[in-house]
């Protein structure tokens, strides 16, 4: 099992620019997040998903969208890149709703200049 | 979503016990309490989920009293690779709460 994988690993992006950062899971899991995580933060929640064709906001969507067409797969889309969205970008699965077990993938880390 | 107070960091040096206490006042009857670790550019990794008494598993074991107001991460003997971040966070299975990261304790394990 891969687990949580994303891509790409680095992103220099300028402002205006759009982009989309991938994120697949291989353990067959319904429900997968994603999290923004600025220096010396904590994770923030941008966009979720309970299953395929469901999506939902979290605490700081805008400037962001998602989209859920396989079981596998949750990217998110970043248009007309803005500074304030430099960030790392963590994908999460889990088995079930909140409080089981999430398995972060490796990260993305973005720079808007 | 309970919110959650833990210290913002801790030094600790090799082979010592090391102990996070996370202070929850609001804690629900269906809430669980669950620790993650985080190192530097990799994201969280669980360690750690209970309810009540305590919790034991290879890698840390989690006390909660009997008022589940707070709770105690206890690493046993760290390293230096124990060197992290780690987050308490409170939240039901059944409601759909999302995890909510503090900012986490910072420790530091040191020669």
């Known amino acids: 099992n891969a687990g949580v994988t994303q891509t790409p690993k680095f992103r220099i992006l300028k402002i205006g620019q759009s982009m989309t950062l991938q994120c697949a899971q291989d353990?067959?899991?319904?429900?997968m997040y994603w999290y923004r995580q600025d220096p010396g933060m904590g994770l923030k929640l941008i966009y979720y998903?309970?299953?395929?064709?469901?999506?939902d906001k979290g605490e700081v969507p805008n400037g962001y969208n998602v989209s859920r067409s396989t079981t596998e797969d949750f990217p998110l889309r970043l248009e007309l890149a803005a500074p304030s969205q430099t960030s790392v970008y963590f994908c999460?699965?889990?088995?079930?709703?909140?409080?089981?077990?999430?398995?972060f993938g490796p990260g993305t880390r973005l720079t808007v200049t | 979503l309970a919110k959650t107070t833990q210290p913002i960091s801790m030094d600790s040096y090799e082979g010592q016990e090391v102990n996070i206490t996370c202070s929850h006042n609001?804690?629900?009857?269906?809430?669980?309490i669950t620790w993650y670790q985080q190192f530097p550019s990799q994201g969280p990794r669980f360690i750690i989920q209970?309810?009540?008494t305590k919790v034991t598993n290879e890698v840390a074991s989690l006390f909660i009293p009997a008022d589940r107001k707070s709770s105690t991460l206890s690493l046993p003997r760290v390293s230096l690779s124990d060197t992290a971040v780690y987050y308490c966070?409170?939240?039901?299975?059944?409601?759909?709460?999302?995890?909510?990261f503090g900012t986490g304790t910072r420790l530091a394990v040191r020669p």
């Open positions: 999460a699965s889990t088995q079930g709703t909140g409080f089981y077990e999430q398995y």
């Open positions: 966070l409170v939240g039901a299975r059944s409601s759909g709460d999302k995890l909510t």
């Open positions: 209970g309810y009540k």
């Open positions: 998903s309970v299953g395929a064709g469901i999506t």
């Open positions: 609001n804690i629900a009857t269906n809430d669980y």
């Open positions: 353990m067959n899991h319904n429900y």
